[in-house]
DNA sequence: CATGAATGAGATTTCATTCAT
DNA sequence: AATGAATGAAATCTCATTCAT
């Protein structure tokens, strides 16, 4: 309420307080990821990153404010994740196949953020949308240079954006979240092969 | 003393316990969609139907136990509503189209529905699957039949049955939910000729 | 914050509601009267009217409503009281006599409102300037009318108002909060003298 | 380690020092005078002071600690200012309208201490008596005098004392402190031949 | 002398649920 | 069938104060 200044930067801490932050940090990912943002608590929080309940306070300005820093860090991590997964690579399909690898990879790593992202709909609906339209952003771009070059047919590269996460994020509830593992080589090969025939031009 | 029951069904009220519970679910569906599941209170659900706070658990055995009945509700109704929606299509391609209209059309009257089912992710993670399980279920049978007819080529049913259920799940985000309209025509048409190229047996 | 109705009225409540509220709103007077509205806890009010926490917020919307609540009643109170004090009295020096004498057996009676009252400017500064405004409004009314009968010389109804409002505060707070006694009756005689010959018209 | 000594006196420091303390001790009163003593906080107290939280317990016990420094001085600081406004008038009259002009521009200039010697009553109800108890005490010799060399009628001088104490406080507080302004030249008029009329003898 | 990280007790408020009527 | 009063656990957040550096 009498709030007079913003969560503190990394810059402006000890060595020390660096190290605390990030703490509750790690904790903070591991606990939204388990409970979810309503259910998951400060107490337990802060119990995890072994530090007291006020401890907190004086890292982040709110249970709200964490939490976006959260999913802006994992919005942020995925995206590089991917463009440096399919860095050089030559054609679309060949980027679309190992951006598919390299979001599949991603999840299994970060379960709980997958979780996390979903749950920013209801705290915070502008942070979930912005989490989308930035990725979709970049895929935008990859699929307009695609059509540019011939290597795909004209389409709205939005709509082909919002329905190829789709697909990436289906498949990867369905066999990463739910089994626990990368989805089996079929799986993978049918869907990169739906793709190509469905976005490829006519040689 | 514990409940020991549960929820009356409606065949064991009387009419005027039908009405009162009627207007107890329709208000929580109102409410839960409004705010999520744990932002919802009672409070605000009896005081939507117009009843007394301690009515709700005459009828309900808990906050969990009404918002289970609506998504399982809402689950059985969609499905339904995509079945006589393709009733008597001769083609799948067809049955494609024909669902993807029905489905933004769904999602329109219902938006509230929508955030309410992916709630269900936090608060009963069997409910959820179950709801995109039963989905995928009508989905593989249709896309087997379209197999063996020949009119699409031969893939992993239930991989290509996620990955069009996430594209229409975006599709549905991205246009009825953040427009609050139906995508236009040519975001339908494309991504339905995403589908068709990528679906279809050569001819 | 997502309070939806004002605190219940008296008249909407069973005679449970009644007592309960009632108890609520004494144990509340005689906590803010020791501890001062800030130091005052609502555990504290709840444990002194025998109610559990919670039953707190079934009556009143927030700590501060309730506090404002005890002060408008103490007003209204106070005011009745000196008003009833002086009915039916011939002359303005009686007035003041039998005000001043009501005033301070009102204060010793309720030497907790005394202090609810001057808290009142570092909670909610407007609810405190009322309370001295409504006092004053009929003190001015009544020294006007001394005035027009020529009982009294002519001067600013205002100034003087809060010239007397000032005389009885500070002398009930030097002997009846600070001594716990009314002031001995050359006080009184004295200080009714000083009025006599301060405002009386000449003869 | 419980400090063992009281707050280190200005004599007792460095030239740095004294000036941290002062910067101290002036956000205090700011800030105390802002938000009343139990709404300001440490923090705010040393970020207004420019310095880190830990400086303030370098210079005071507790904020229990400034807060009584801060009454003491200003109580100080007043009745000099009284004594100051008043030295070498020859009639008691002269005197009682040069304190009451001395003691308006001083809230004038002060008036967050105005605020801050009302709180006292909150925090400490013997640093609160004895404000008023000390300006009472001088008040009482003049009046005395006043008495003895026939210019004032015969009467208990603390309670006139304290009526006029009174009078002043609420007149202050009415115009400067509502107001922002000096009381018109009608009530200082009104209130002072009030004052005569009530006090002197008849010649 | 000064810092700023850390603490932990305590405050207000919310809410699902129970129960007597 | 329906009510509404009552509960108490739990949640978020604040803040004076301590202490190692």
Redesign the interface.
């Known amino acids: 309420m009498?709030r007079?200044v913003a969560d503190p930067q990394t810059s402006t801490l000890t060595a020390r307080g660096r190290r605390t932050r990030a703490k509750l940090l790690g904790a903070a990912e591991r606990v939204f990821g388990e409970q979810?943002f309503?259910?998951a608590s400060i107490v337990e929080i802060t119990r995890a990153a072994g530090v007291a309940q006020g401890t907190f306070y004086v890292y982040f300005e709110s249970k709200q404010s964490v939490y976006t820093q959260l999913v802006d860090t994992l919005g942020t991590t995925l995206r590089r994740r991917l463009s440096e997964a399919v860095e050089g690579l030559q054609t679309r399909m060949e980027v679309e196949e190992a951006g598919l690898e390299a979001f599949l990879a991603f999840i299994r790593e970060h379960r709980h953020l997958y979780?996390i992202v979903?749950?920013a709909?209801?705290v915070d609906e502008s942070l979930y949308?912005s989490y989308?339209a930035k990725l979709a952003e970049g895929y935008v771009r990859g699929l307009r240079a695609a059509m540019t070059s011939g290597e795909f047919r004209s389409?709205?590269p939005?709509?082909?954006a919002?329905?190829l996460?789709?697909?990436?994020?289906?498949?990867g509830?369905?066999w990463v979240l739910?089994e626990d593992t990368l989805?089996p080589a079929?799986?993978r090969r049918?869907?990169l092969?739906?793709?190509g025939?469905?976005?490829l031009a006519e040689r």
């Open positions: 009498r007079l979810g309503e259910r979780k979903r749950q709909e209801f949308r989308y389409f709205d939005e709509a082909i919002y329905a996460m789709g697909i990436f994020d289906f498949i509830m369905r739910w989805p079929e799986v049918d869907v092969a739906f793709l025939r469905g976005l």
